[in-house]
T-cell receptor, first 112, second 115 residues
Framework: EDQVTQSPEALRLQEGESSSLNCSYT??????LFWYRQDPGKGPEFLFT???AGEEKEKERLKATLTKKESFLHITAPKPEDSATYLCAVQARETAGNMLTFGGGTRLMVKP | DAGVIQSPRHEVTEMGQEVTLRCKPISGHNSLFWYRQTMMRGLELLIY????????DSGMPEDRFSAKMPNASFSTLKIQPSEPRDSAVYFC?????????????FGPGTRLTVT
């Protein structure tokens, strides 16, 4: 069974204080790993897809990396508007279709 | 380009009543997903459709839940009869089946409260 575990559950940062969010996964052959951002009262917003170990993707202050067992979402010099819940999900190669398995999320709070 | 559209955004109903949630996927997307999100269980897949055909409904909690997709631009999730434990945020997501991208795009959700 595919499993995704995110840590920490919550993270408080001061504005400008860089940090990383972790997503550990167990899947029988990874097709893709996805990062989403979710603001309160809204649906998850797609950020990145990573397909293979060693791959990296960046968007503004966010950078996602992938190894064979985990992914990191690095946040450089965060701003208060980066406060949100960040969700990680995986899709297995053997999945008959397009199903994603989501982690529990990391709630990020950036204080000015 | 319009994203996934869901209605209603909020629904409050009494136990035993029928509830119907609606979703319009992004134009051109041929896969549609219904999820439920709660604090306790996070985001759970209920059912998904490919080209309007239900492919996997193993996440549907009980026979009280049913979903339809009569055409490529509309889907419904129905709960009959509703119970307080069905209270959650229900999301619809869609994607275009492609060999190069697998990401799903989510709607704003329907917050359901069953009293």
């Amino acid at each position: 069974e595919d499993q995704v575990t995110q840590s920490p559950e919550a993270l408080r940062l001061q504005e400008g204080e860089s940090s990383s969010l972790n997503c550990s996964y167990t899947v029988s052959g990874l097709r893709g790993l996805f990062w989403y951002r979710q603001d309160p009262g809204k649906g998850p917003e797609f950020l990145f897809t990573l397909y293979s170990a060693g791959e990296e993707k960046e968007k503004e202050r966010l950078k996602a990396t992938l190894t064979k067992k985990e992914s990191f979402l690095h946040i450089t010099a965060p701003k208060p508007e980066d406060s949100a819940t960040y969700l990680c999900a995986v899709q297995a190669r053997e999945t008959a279709g397009n199903m994603l398995t989501f982690g529990g999320g990391t709630r990020l709070m950036v204080k000015p | 380009d319009a994203g996934v559209i869901q209605s209603p955004r909020h629904e409050v109903t009494e136990m035993g009543q029928e509830v119907t949630l609606r979703c319009k996927p992004i134009s051109g997307h041929n896969s549609l997903f219904w999820y439920r999100q709660t604090m306790m269980r996070g985001l759970e897949l209920l059912i998904y459709f490919n080209n309007n055909v239900p492919i996997d409904d193993s996440g549907m909690p009980e026979d009280r839940f049913s979903a339809k997709m009569p055409n490529a631009s509309f889907s419904t999730l129905k709960i009959q009869p509703s119970e307080p434990r069905d209270s959650a945020v229900y999301f619809c997501a869609s994607r275009r089946t492609s060999a190069w991208s697998y990401e799903q795009y989510f709607g704003p959700g329907t917050r359901l409260t069953v009293t």
